[in-house]
């Protein structure tokens, strides 16, 4: 009896244990089984910008992560993209495709902009075939929300920014290696493209989509609800924001906030995703070297009167006067642009627009002090400047139009104030050539009304 019942304990034990191990099994099947959709965006080098799509692309796949979804990201990267991006990009739990650049048969078009030259490695994304649904996805899209529901569109689906035109920057695609052979086709004999880039191939090879139903629910009994798949301006509760801006004004760029309002929330998806870590040290030696400047240009005040006395001036007031308005007009120009091109251009807007004004600020302060100048003639555009900034990022506009209006207004008041101080400038740098030409004894025409007045 008590061996029949050990035995017994020990039949249910077993049987226990090989449940448990087969559901282990099931849920490890589960893990390991491959995702049948994927959220894809491409990478390649070549353009002067290299740097910034690759931070652009990381940020993007790591908002995707954050969201939870429930599909592969992958990057189709060419060949030569460095091999710490790749690895970079594969530590974030990105799939790496990696491609040989199709070459690009539209490049002697006269419209066409070299900057376009590999964007047709896009179409690799027909060549996926691993996944049944692929949203691919140009670098400058921020993902606020989960947006899976994409995946149960049809064999191609895309935003239209125009009644005529989709745009290629963000759409869904059912890979298939019969498309993605005969697209190639198309690119050999060199099928009609307005842009020679895959804006314009893909218009012209799906050119009755306008005409076709835009979604098409796939067989696993699915239901389409409520999906806006359209360009919505101005941007309210979505769920991707997409910046199809002119090339030097994406949201990544320091300068473009707040003209680019939206700009702020990518760089927030950054702050929380990827951080600064590789621009903050620059910015920091850069704030360290102005506050410097400052510093020196107030404890030595340079002038150029005592640069000039005890020389022997061989050419003319009039002579001198023109260069030193040259010379000056120059300076006070080099001193907003050089802060401009020397920050970081990836950093977050709230460092970058502080560290510009800061450069702009002290190096200004060396025109004032070695033409003798007054400061604020010189200021005034570094506070138009300022007051520019708060009238754009103002929050409470009714829509687009009352801000640019806004914006129109203050342009509009602020240009008789700077074309002033310019004018006030060039008078104060009369007074200072002819001050130092009686004190020389240069020979001056208005030496004795200088004297008597």
Known sequence: MGWSAGLWWWLVAAAAWAAVGAAEGEVAVEAAAPRRHAYAA??????????????????????????????????????????????????????????????????KQENFNMRFKLTLNKLYAWSLVSYERVVMLDSDNIFLQNTDELFQCGQFCAVFINPCIFHTGLFVLQ??????????????????????????????????????PMFHPPTNGTKLEDLKLRWSIPCGPNSVITFPSAPWFKPWYWWSWPVL????????QRRENLG?????????????????????????RPSLSKMCYNRRMEKSTMFLL??????A???????????FFIIPRTVHPLLGWPLYLLGSFSLSSI???????????????????????????????????????????????????IWASLVKTMSSLQVLV??????????????EFTKVY
């Open 367 to 417: 025109v004032i002090n070695i033409f003798l100048l007054h400061p604020f003639s010189v200021l005034t555009t570094w506070f138009g400047i300022i007051g520019a900034l708060f009238v754009m990022s103002f929050p409470w506009y009714l829509n687009g139009v009352v801000r640019a209006l806004a914006v129109f207004a203050y342009a509009f008041c602020c240009a008789p104030l």
């Open 276 to 300: 600064y870590s590789s621009e903050v040290p620059v910015v920091l030696i850069q704030a360290v070297l102005y506050i410097g400047v400052i510093a020196v240009t107030r404890l030595a």
């Open 42 to 107: 491409m990478m390649y080098m070549g353009t002067p910008r290299d740097y910034e799509f690759y931070v652009a692309t990381r940020v993007m796949m790591r908002s995707l992560g954050r969201l939870s979804a429930t599909a592969d990201r992958v990057v189709i990267a060419s060949l030569d993209v460095p091999p710490r991006w790749v690895q970079a990009l594969k530590d974030d739990g990105v799939k790496v495709v990696s491609v040989e650049n199709l070459k690009n048969p539209y490049e």
């Open 434 to 447: 002819e001050r130092d030409a009686f004190r020389l004894g240069e020979p001056n025409q208005n030496a």
């Open 322 to 327: 023109s260069l030193l308005r040259v010379v």
């Open 261 to 268: 309002p939206l700009g702020l929330s990518w760089h927030e």
């Open 175 to 212: 890979p298939s290696m019969a498309v993605f052979k005969n697209m190639l086709r198309e690119l050999a004999v060199g099928r009609e493209n307005p842009d020679g880039a895959d804006q314009g191939f893909l218009a012209s090879y799906f050119p009755d989509l306008l005409d076709q």
């Open 329 to 339: 007009a120059w300076s006070i120009l080099a001193a907003y642009i050089i802060p």
